[in-house]
């Protein structure tokens, strides 16, 4: 099922956020006469379809919740997890850059837990398609269930196996790497997407962005990109605004890129060297 994520009531099929003391939170699918167990109590699925997003609903033990629309943060948030997974700051970022929208067809390798699997999920709308490549089973297995947990799984078509032998599919409008070689598999990523589209990828050590640079301008990629993504939250006290204690301080490199065809023409050779040397600058 499709998760439904627009009206002002909570509406059957529609996933829903409870969010209980302590910020305890549950994420569940609201399903006609169905009824939901938490240790604060049964709370009837019938008693909260039909109420506004954001009212007060009440377990029948008594214990309160707020009954909420979750934001794509908090899915991902929920994501159980085997391995390092994309932080949404980053995942914000990658999915600008790549430009990412409805109806769209995205590659990405490897699936790992599925975070980012589920960002392009939700952003490619109910008409697009999202291909992810996974070496590993247990995380196929993993990030499946995950992406069952909050609707999406329809839209996405996991696939087993190395990005090594290449991917099958060819002129996908976007591509994103989060395995720890990528520079090993720029030529499949060339023969993949479509001229012009948009490439990613996040490394955690500026060594293998050098070689994924390196990689990349062998390929004909232009429009390089290399940036970093720092995030600080505050605390939000009106009298006493001021950072938060702790921050993630560093979680990996971000390179954007996009394959261009060079013209067998001397005229557009400063062309080319301009854009590889340069990308297009800041946003
Ligand atoms: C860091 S995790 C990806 C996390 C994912 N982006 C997320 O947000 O949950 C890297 C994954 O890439 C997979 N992987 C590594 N090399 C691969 C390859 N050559 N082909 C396919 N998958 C690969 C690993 O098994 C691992 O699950």
């Known amino acids: 099922m499709n998760p439904k994520m627009h009206g002002i009531d909570a509406q059957p099929g529609d996933l829903a956020q409870l969010v209980g003391l302590s910020h305890k939170n549950f994420i569940l699918t609201l399903i006609p006469g169905a009824e939901f167990q938490t240790h604060r109590g049964v709370l009837k699925h019938d008693d909260l379809i039909g109420k506004p997003w954001g009212s007060q609903v009440f377990s029948h033990m008594g214990s309160p919740f707020f009954l909420m629309q979750p934001s794509l943060a908090e899915l991902l948030r929920g994501i159980r997890r085997n391995t390092q997974i994309l932080y949404p700051k980053d995942i914000g970022f990658i999915l600008v850059m790549l430009s990412i929208g409805?109806?769209?067809?995205?590659?990405?390798?490897?699936?790992?837990?599925?975070?980012?699997?589920?960002?392009?999920?939700?952003?490619?709308?109910?008409?697009?398609?999202?291909?992810?490549?996974?070496?590993?089973?247990?995380?196929?297995?993993?990030?499946?269930?995950?992406?069952?947990?909050?609707?999406?799984?329809?839209?996405?078509?996991?696939?087993?196996?190395?990005?090594?032998?290449?991917?099958?599919?060819?002129?996908?409008?976007?591509?994103?790497?989060?395995?720890?070689?990528?520079?090993?598999?720029?030529?499949?990523?060339?023969?993949?997407?479509?001229?012009?589209?948009?490439?990613?990828?996040?490394?955690?050590?500026?060594?293998?962005?050098?070689?994924?640079?390196?990689?990349?301008?062998?390929?004909?990629?232009?429009?390089?990109?290399?940036c970093e993504i720092m995030l600080r939250y505050y605390k939000p006290e009106p009298d006493h605004l001021r950072p938060t204690d702790r921050m993630v301080a560093h979680t990996g490199y971000l390179v954007?890129?996009?394959?261009?065809?060079?013209?067998?023409d001397k005229r557009g050779e400063e062309l080319e060297e301009l854009f590889v040397e340069t990308g297009l600058g800041p946003l």
Do not use: C, W
């Open 256 to 264: 954007f890129a996009r394959p261009v065809l060079v013209a067998e």
């Open 102 to 226: 409805p109806g769209q067809h995205i590659l990405e390798a490897g699936t790992g837990s599925g975070a980012l699997t589920t960002a392009l999920a939700y952003a490619v709308g109910a008409e697009g398609q999202v291909t992810s490549y996974e070496i590993r089973p247990d995380m196929q297995r993993l990030a499946e269930k995950n992406l069952q947990r909050v609707g999406l799984a329809e839209r996405v078509r996991l696939k087993l196996g190395d990005i090594a032998a290449g991917f099958e599919e060819t002129g996908v409008d976007a591509l994103f790497l989060d395995v720890i070689n990528p520079y090993d598999f720029v030529s499949q990523v060339r023969k993949a997407l479509k001229p012009g589209g948009f490439f990613g990828s996040i490394l955690p050590t500026t060594n293998q962005v050098t070689r994924l640079l390196g990689a990349l301008r062998q390929q004909h990629f232009a429009f390089i990109d290399v």
